[in-house]
């Protein structure tokens, strides 16, 4: 199975400062069409996970701009330009380029 | 609008099995692949199973070969993932999740399950 591996794991943030997540899988997510089925899903404190970016660096509808998914092959970086009160909870990558799909291991981003 | 409404938490002891039931609506239920997701307690997501609910055809992750089973009941438009031969290393939270591998269409996750396994 590809291993994502995801860094760091614990992020305390300054609300109104950037924070940036890294996730990196054990083998390229390039997919034979050319697509990378790379995914960021984002989980509040006591709720269900919600998808956030979809193959890399698209947003989900509702999902907030300050929001942005980068990288490429085996390197991925979410972004959160701007933290908000309400970006609080655990980030999760996953890939399906590769069968069965696997999640990164989560971030807890954490007003300081 | 889309929802996956599932069951409620379950105690089992270790050996038993347990089933777990995701009813969706909002959607046609034939349309869109089910998965199962689960994460045991302050841990991260493990993919399980999915099913497509028009086929009845499903996949299952190696780990969990032979101990589970994904089914589904068109006309009620319910998903079950039955999981069999129950560890204390079962205990987690359960989740549905519609199409989690169709980068076309929103993702939708039921509310979750918890299952506890324990003597």
């Known amino acids: 199975d590809v291993v994502m591996t995801q860094s760091p794991l614990s992020l305390p943030v300054t609300l109104g400062q950037p924070a940036s997540i890294s996730c990196r899988s054990s083998?390229?997510?390039?997919?034979?069409?050319?697509?990378?089925?790379l995914n960021w899903f984002q989980q509040r404190p006591g709720q269900s996970p919600g998808r956030l970016i979809y193959?890399?660096?698209n947003r989900d509808s509702g999902v907030p701009d300050r929001f942005s998914g980068s990288g490429s092959g085996t390197d991925f970086t979410l972004k959160i330009s701007r933290v908000e009160a309400e970006d609080v909870g655990v980030y999760y990558c996953?890939?399906?380029?590769?069968?069965?799909?696997?999640f990164g291991q989560g971030t807890k981003l954490e007003i300081k | 609008q889309v929802q996956l409404v599932q069951s409620g938490a379950e105690v089992k002891e270790p050996g038993a099995s347990v089933k777990v039931s995701c009813k969706a609506s909002?959607?046609?239920?034939?349309?869109?692949?089910m998965h199962w997701v689960r994460q045991a307690p302050g841990q991260g997501l493990e993919w399980m199973a999915w099913?497509?609910?028009?086929?009845?055809?499903?996949n299952y992750a190696q780990k969990f070969q032979g101990r589970v089973t994904v089914s589904r009941d068109t006309s009620i438009s319910t998903a079950y993932m039955d999981l069999s031969r129950l560890r204390s290393d079962d205990t987690a939270v359960y989740y549905c999740?519609?199409?989690?591998?169709?980068?076309?269409?929103?993702?939708?996750w039921g509310q979750g399950t918890l299952v506890t396994v324990s003597s």
């Open positions: 083998q390229s997510l390039v997919y034979s069409d050319g697509n990378t089925y």
């Open positions: 193959k890399v660096s």
């Open positions: 996953m890939q399906h380029t590769h069968w069965p799909p696997t």
């Open positions: 099913i497509n609910p028009n086929s009845g055809d499903t």
């Open positions: 909002g959607y046609t239920f034939t349309d869109y692949y």
């Open positions: 999740v519609r199409d989690l591998t169709n980068s076309n269409v929103g993702d939708c």
